[in-house]
């Protein structure tokens, strides 16, 4: 079956830098559109960033734009979300998730295929 399993998450100070890791089988992972998507306490789930199967392109949300950085292997199957100087409001569970499609990544994800059970990120400050 499909797995979509996250990994990396914790509780840091603000100020630290932490990489999630998304390790997916029972799909051809090269043939997805991969994503983040987060819910923190109180809120909405929303889109958090995006890449294309190939890796060219990317999409950020307002929230995601200038901190972090999502990339993928697509040897390893394995996405990644790189999380630079966190802060107290980046606390959230993040979503690993998978869209089946060839397409350039030009808006955030919808329609997804997939989801993973999420990882917890705690910013203290």
């Known amino acids: 079956q499909v797995q979509l399993v996250e990994s990396g998450g914790g509780l840091v100070q603000a100020g630290a830098s932490l990489r999630l890791s998304c390790a997916v089988s029972?799909?051809?992972?090269?043939?997805?559109?991969m994503g983040w998507f987060r819910q923190a306490p109180g809120k909405e789930r929303e889109f958090f960033a995006g890449?294309?199967?190939?890796?060219?392109?990317?999409y950020y949300g307002d929230s995601a734009k200038g901190r972090f950085t999502i990339s993928r292997d697509n040897v390893k199957n394995t996405l990644y979300l790189q999380m630079n100087s966190l802060k107290p409001e980046d606390t959230a569970v993040y979503y690993c998730?998978?869209?089946?499609?060839?397409?350039?990544?030009?808006?955030?994800?919808?329609?997804?295929?997939?989801w993973g059970q999420g990882t917890q990120v705690a910013v203290s400050s």
């Open positions: 029972g799909v051809r992972f090269s043939d997805h559109a």
């Open positions: 890449i294309s199967w190939s890796g060219s392109t990317t």
């Open positions: 998730v998978a869209k089946r499609g060839l397409f350039r990544l030009l808006g955030p994800l919808e329609g997804v295929d997939y």
